[in-house]
C-alpha cells in the first residue's frame, strides 16, 4: 500500500518570510498528487494538484509544488507567506483510485 | 455549483447512544468517501461509496456503516458510541477518475460525553 510521510508536524515562520512543507510518498508508480488545506474547523480544500506534464504546479495564492519522480516527494512551498496562510496542509497521494493522505503539517505564520 | 453539504455541523451524543450523519455530494459525483479526523489519529479512511456500493472500506469496527442512495447522497451510521469517536467526520465527493480530486465538506463534529 502507498504511504505518505510530511516529517514537520509543525512548521512556525515569520510573515513574508519563504515557506517549505515537505511531502514524500512511498511509490511513484501511477499516482496523482494533491496538497490540501484546512482552516480551523473547515474541511480540507483542494490547494493544488499534479496529475501529469510540467513537474511544477501552482495555485491561485502563490503556492507552489513540485513532483520530483526520482526522489518520490512534492515539497509544497511559499516565497512570502502572509499571517492568513496559517492553517494545516495534508499532502495527498491517489494511487489506483485510492487516497492516501499525510498526517499533516501545521504552518502557524507570526507576525 | 453548491459544494458538499454535511448535516448536522454539531451533534452531541452520550456513550451507547448511536448516530447517522448525512452527506450531499456536488452534483454529478458519484463517488462518496468518508473520513475520520482527531488530533490523536489525523484523518482516517472509514470507507468509499460509488453507485450505492460500498467499494473500499477502512480499518474501523462494524459500528461503523454507511450507505449511498441512488442519488448519491449518502448517509453514515456509528451504533454504540464510545468516548473515542468524538471527532470530526468529514465526507468528500468526486468523479469517478482516478485523477480526480476529492471535494470536502465542512464535515461534522461529534461529541461523545
Known amino acids: 500500500a502507498q504511504s505518505v510521510t510530511q516529517l514537520d508536524s509543525q512548521v512556525p515562520v515569520f510573515e513574508e518570510a519563504p515557506v517549505e512543507l515537505r511531502c514524500n510518498y512511498s511509490?511513484?508508480?501511477?499516482?496523482?498528487l494533491f496538497w490540501y488545506v484546512q482552516y480551523p474547523n473547515q474541511g480540507l480544500q483542494l490547494l493544488l494538484k499534479?496529475?501529469?506534464?510540467?513537474?511544477l504546479v501552482e495555485s491561485i495564492n502563490g503556492f507552489e509544488a513540485e513532483f520530483n519522480k526520482s526522489q518520490t516527494s512534492f515539497h509544497l512551498r511559499k516565497p512570502s507567506v502572509h499571517i492568513s496562510d496559517t492553517a494545516e496542509y495534508f499532502c495527498a497521494v491517489n494511487n489506483f483510485n485510492k487516497f492516501y493522505f499525510g498526517s499533516g503539517t501545521k504552518l502557524n505564520v507570526k507576525p | 455549483k453548491a459544494g458538499v453539504t454535511q448535516t448536522p455541523r454539531y451533534l452531541i451524543k452520550t456513550r451507547g447512544q448511536q448516530v447517522t450523519l448525512s452527506c450531499s455530494p456536488i452534483?454529478?459525483?458519484?463517488?462518496v468517501s468518508w473520513y475520520q479526523q482527531t488530533p490523536g489519529q489525523g484523518l482516517q479512511f472509514l470507507f468509499e461509496?460509488?453507485?450505492?456500493?460500498?467499494?473500499n472500506k477502512g480499518n474501523f469496527p462494524g459500528r461503523f456503516s454507511g450507505r449511498q442512495f441512488s442519488n448519491s447522497r449518502s448517509e453514515m451510521n456509528v451504533s454504540t458510541l464510545e468516548l473515542g469517536d468524538s471527532a470530526l467526520y468529514l465526507c468528500?465527493?468526486?468523479?469517478?477518475?482516478?485523477?480526480?480530486?476529492?471535494?470536502f465538506g465542512n464535515g461534522t463534529r461529534l461529541t461523545v460525553t
Open positions: 511509490s511513484s508508480v501511477s499516482v496523482y
Open positions: 461509496y460509488f453507485s450505492e456500493t460500498q467499494r
Open positions: 499534479y496529475l501529469s506534464g510540467s513537474t
Open positions: 468528500a465527493s468526486s468523479w469517478d477518475r482516478t485523477n480526480s480530486p476529492l471535494h
Open positions: 452534483s454529478g459525483h458519484r463517488s
